[in-house]
């Protein structure tokens, strides 16, 4: 299967993290290490640059891991990041993770990085769901996601300690022809 390391939509320029340049590296870096998106990832801890280049460079060599920040034309502005993670080629699906650039001026970011995510999924790649995991006192995401059209599927308990405290996450998915009916 061909994967895109760019493409446009809209107004929106989607780069792969392994075509993107040094600067834009460096704000990605910024814009995941800011403490509003930190506080909802897995890994909370403050990313070195050194790590951040390792993992690219480990993303140039895995089909299975597909990292892009979406640019905004107009602006020359970082909207956020998108990404699909255990990529399964035969079974057609993958699980996303997406984070909006918090100090960005862009709006409706949110919709416009998941927008370009279910363009690459199901459009490009063709995918047949997509699945997400999210912290269950995400509420705030989790509303998006259902505005989004995914439904809950289930939910792993005390998945993630978080201050001495067991958070369940919640798994959440959408069928490429959800996807058509709310999209369409």
Known sequence: MQVP?????????????????????????????????????????LITLEEHIRFIEKLRNNNEKLYYVVLNIDNNEIVGCINLNNLNYINKNAFLGIFANPAGKTTNKG??????LFYLSFSLLKLHTLKLEVLSTNERAIDFYKKSGFKEEG????????DNEWINIKIMGILNDEFKVNYA
Do not use: P, Q, T
């Open 111 to 116: 919709k416009l990085l998941m927008k370009c």
């Open 5 to 45: 390391d760019e493409f446009l939509l809209e107004n929106l320029r989607v780069l792969n993290y392994c075509k993107a340049d040094f600067c834009v590296l460096k704000k990605i870096l910024e814009i995941r290490n800011s403490k509003n998106i930190r506080k909802w990832m897995y890994h909370r801890d």
């Open 155 to 162: 939910e792993l308990r005390d998945f993630v300690l978080r």
